[in-house]
């Protein structure tokens, strides 16, 4: 039977990619032949229930099934099924964490969206926003005195999620869903190598001073804080030492 239809399932782990694997319950049940198009699902709340989540992490699942066409929401009425099969587009695969040449590109893709959002953050966040972000770096702060690499990823992401929720532009958001799978490697990678080199400090005060760009309701001035962090990131990765000297001379 189906897990949505039915009061049979178990109540998920808490865990750091609780969201991805959430992600994965909902469309593995979508595409599983057991609904219709147009089918309209139980409310977000039942849902959450039946898998022992909070109603923010089901959200931001469901967010990224939107972004992916699966579901809509129809006023009124929940969310309804707008595909019974998995989408086909925009596939990107992870960096390997030993090539450069692969992490750089997901930078560069990271350099043309966090500049705009940022921009666009500091001329429509509000003081949630603001409180979420701050938050985060917060946690970020206390991750890198405790040298908690994993915490350190789960709050970066925490905080560039607020930015794209302050753009109040629902593209943003979902478009930051699908990267995050792959940003979430990429900070792996990025993360670790601060830790070694201790130089997780940097990476810090650049999301400080976009913060700061964003509560000053700068928008130029948020534009070039993020463009300084992206390619801050970059030159930190091209002068890790854990590349090899050919990696470096085919990418310079």
Same mark, same amino acid.
């Given at each position: 039977?189906s897990?949505?239809?039915?009061?049979?399932y178990?109540? &998920?782990?808490?865990?750091?990619?609780?969201t991805?694997?959430i992600?994965?319950v909902?469309?593995?049940?979508?595409?599983s032949?057991?609904?219709?198009?147009?089918?309209?699902?139980?409310?977000?709340q039942?849902?959450?229930?039946?898998?022992?989540?909070?109603r923010t992490?089901?959200?931001?699942?469901?967010?990224r099934?939107?972004?992916?066409?699966?579901?809509?929401?129809?006023?009124?009425r929940?969310?309804?099924?707008?595909?019974?099969?998995?989408?086909?587009?925009?596939?990107?695969?992870?960096?390997?964490?030993?090539?450069?040449?692969?992490?750089?590109?997901?930078?560069?893709?990271?350099?043309?969206?966090?500049?705009?959002?940022?921009?666009?953050?500091?001329?429509?966040?509000?003081?949630?926003?603001?409180?979420a972000?701050?938050?985060a770096?917060d946690?970020?702060?206390?991750?890198?005195?405790t040298?908690d690499?994993?915490?350190?990823?789960?709050?970066?992401?925490?905080?560039?999620?607020?930015i794209?929720? &302050?753009?109040?532009?629902e593209h943003?958001?979902?478009?930051?869903?699908?990267?995050?799978?792959?940003?979430?490697?990429?900070?792996?990678?990025?993360?670790?190598?601060?830790?070694?080199a201790?130089?997780g400090?940097?990476?810090?005060r650049?999301?400080?001073?976009?913060?700061?760009?964003?509560?000053?309701?700068?928008?130029?001035?948020?534009?070039?804080?993020?463009?300084?962090?992206?390619?801050?990131?970059?030159?930190?990765?091209?002068?890790?030492?854990h590349?090899?000297s050919?990696?470096?001379?085919?990418?310079?």
């Amino acid at each position: 039977m189906s897990l949505l239809k039915s009061q049979g399932y178990s109540t &998920a782990r808490v865990e750091p990619n609780l969201t991805d694997r959430i992600t994965e319950v909902l469309i593995n049940e979508i595409t599983s032949g057991n609904y219709k198009l147009g089918e309209i699902l139980p409310p977000e709340q039942t849902i959450a229930d039946r898998l022992g989540v909070s109603r923010t992490v089901l959200r931001e699942a469901v967010s990224r099934l939107k972004a992916d066409g699966l579901v809509t929401s129809k006023q009124g009425r929940g969310l309804a099924v707008q595909a019974t099969a998995r989408p086909s587009v925009l596939r990107m695969h992870a960096a390997d964490e030993d090539k450069l040449d692969e992490i750089l590109a997901i930078v560069e893709l990271r350099r043309g969206f966090e500049i705009e959002a940022a921009s666009l953050a500091a001329s429509r966040r509000n003081d949630d926003d603001l409180l979420a972000m701050r938050n985060a770096l917060d946690d970020m702060a206390a991750a890198i005195e405790t040298d908690d690499i994993a915490a350190g990823i789960e709050a970066d992401l925490r905080f560039h999620r607020a930015i794209a929720e &302050a753009t109040r532009n629902e593209h943003y958001v979902e478009f930051f869903h699908f990267l995050s799978r792959l940003l979430r490697d990429n900070l792996t990678v990025s993360r670790t190598r601060s830790a070694k080199a201790k130089r997780g400090t940097d990476a810090q005060r650049e999301h400080e001073i976009i913060f700061e760009a964003i509560q000053r309701g700068d928008p130029q001035l948020a534009r070039q804080c993020a463009r300084n962090h992206v390619e801050n990131t970059e030159s930190r990765l091209r002068s890790s030492n854990h590349f090899s000297s050919e990696s470096l001379t085919r990418e310079s």
